[in-house]
């Protein structure tokens, strides 16, 4: 069984950055298609970004020129770069993955909390 581990979260003061860390907890499944998503409280899971095993990214239009999604294949990790955060942006950030031998795959969730 493969679970996918979030890293990076935390309090930030409006302006900062964070960035995000996804692997998968055991080195031999590959992550393919890769996401992150976000929940705030109360509300639905959104979708943020999307990156390919190419490299080939897309964005939740609100979110273009802020966040940028990026990956490592050789260490088998994907990152998401938040920059020039605002309070809105606190939410639960989610890695989404499809796992090579494990199929689509959730991570458990990392808190981003962004003080005004």
């Known amino acids: 069984q493969v679970q996918l581990v979030e890293s990076g979260g935390g309090l930030v003061q409006a302006g900062g950055s964070l960035r995000l860390s996804c692997a998968a907890s055991?080195?031999?499944?590959?992550?393919?298609?890769a996401g992150w998503y976000r929940q705030a409280p109360g509300k639905q899971r959104d979708w943020v970004a999307t990156?390919?095993?190419?490299?080939?990214?897309t964005y939740a239009d609100s979110l273009k020129g802020r966040f940028t999604i990026s990956r490592d294949n050789g260490n088998n990790t994907v990152y998401l770069q938040m920059n020039a955060l605002k309070p809105e942006d606190t939410a639960v950030y989610f890695c989404?993955?499809?796992?090579?031998?494990?199929?689509?795959?959730w991570g458990q969730g990392t808190q981003v909390t962004v003080s005004s």
């Open positions: 990156i390919t095993r190419g490299g080939k990214t």
């Open positions: 055991r080195s031999i499944f590959s992550l393919n298609v």
């Open positions: 989404n993955a499809d796992v090579s031998f494990a199929g689509n795959v």
